[in-house]
């Protein structure tokens, strides 16, 4: 084992003094990478999840109420069993007059994307986190999840990241954690200028500290979200 550089050691401590702020950081990113958030492991449900959360409306009030209708209505009730049943949706009416929010065209076309590839009677779940622990945030314009219509960085990630990855995603917050640490130690090789050098800065800190990727997210979002009650929408 390497022995620590006194940059790992200055990293450690100022990201201790945030997680020491934040504790819930801990609890929360084990439910990410362990799929115990509300989706569970049914990947037609974190996609759904990801489709609402697209265009940034309220997660709590709106896109968790819909998306869980959105599961009620048509995966509850046996009518779509499979990514391959999600991607037929693009022709069922009943589902463009139901799911209205977000990019309603993420819950069929990843879907598609991911079964493109895919042997005949691979596992849906597998499917999912296999791409999301091997997709590259920096070449996400030419992967196939990437190319879907209305999926930028930020969705990109996000998906991701509910589906187990230890990754982040490039929100306003972990935009404020980075500025905070690029204004107060310049000596850090973090930059907050971009979606791509947000994640990077992260994969920086992570690899100089005891802290993985999704719980520097977790930092990042328990410090800087403004709301009281986050519980119930990271």
Known sequence: MEKPTSTDETVQQILDK??????????HASKFQDLDRW????????????????????YENIVKPNAE????????????????????????P???????????????????ALLEDAKPGADDLDLLQTWA?????????????GEVHGIGPATFQYLR????????????????????LEAAHPEFDVDSSSDGKLIESC??????????????????????SETESLSSTH
Not at 22 to 27: C, E, F, S, V
Not at 69 to 92: K, M, N, T
Not at 161 to 180: C, L, N, R, Y
Request: no cysteine.
């Open 39 to 58: 989706t569970g492991a049914d990947p037609k449900v974190i996609i759904a999840d990801a489709a609402g959360s697209a265009t940034g409306l309220n």
């Open 18 to 27: 945030y997680a020491d702020d934040a504790p819930q950081y801990r609890a």
């Open 133 to 145: 622990e091997n997709a590259d945030p920096e070449e996400y314009r030419s992967d196939p999840v």
């Open 203 to 224: 994969r920086w800190l992570a690899a100089h500290s005891t802290y993985s990727m999704i719980e520097i997210d977790q930092i990042a979002w328990w410090t800087f």
């Open 94 to 112: 009943e589902f463009a007059e139901s799911f209205t929010i977000g990019r309603p065209n993420i819950v069929y076309d990843v879907p598609s």
């Open 161 to 180: 990241m509910i589906a187990g990855a230890d990754t982040v995603k490039p929100d306003i917050q972990v935009d404020k954690f980075i500025s905070e």
């Open 69 to 92: 209708a959105f599961r009620d209505q048509f995966i509850e009730s046996g009518r779509v069993q499979s990514l391959e049943d999600l991607a037929e949706l693009e022709h069922d």
